[in-house]
Nanobody, 122 residues
């Protein structure tokens, strides 16, 4: 599978962005998909995940209530709606496919997109 993330950019504090991650392959709907972020000098960390059916959704505490993950299996795309953005949200955001294991553990994800930069100015 190949994952192509897009939608990043520069936004002011309090603004919104919508990230998209388009996937190739025929089995997209069977996989949990996740979003992670990596700030400069820091490790990659979990943001949100959504099960293949879309029924189960998980968020990190830092984004809960501000970000919304969703997916469209017909379009093989997963989204991350980011509202009320803060300067500390600034990072490269990656989408990934969970190959099995905990939804918040980077090691459980076996395919990664190239990342899209999100910069929030104060």
């Amino acid at each position: 599978v190949q994952l192509q993330a897009s939608g990043g950019g520069l936004v002011q504090t309090g603004g919104s962005l919508r990230l998209s991650c388009a996937a190739t392959g025929r089995t997209f709907s069977t996989y949990t998909m996740g979003w992670f972020l990596q700030a400069p000098g820091k490790e990659r960390e979990f943001v949100a995940a959504i099960s293949g059916s879309g029924i189960s959704i998980y968020y990190s505490d830092s984004v809960k209530g501000r970000f919304t993950i969703s997916r469209d299996n017909a379009k093989k795309t997963v989204y991350l709606q980011m509202n009320s953005l803060k300067p500390e949200d600034t990072a490269v955001y990656y989408c990934a496919r969970n190959g099995g294991g905990s939804y918040f553990y980077t090691g459980a994800y076996d395919s990664w997109g190239q990342g899209t930069q999100v910069t929030v100015s104060s």
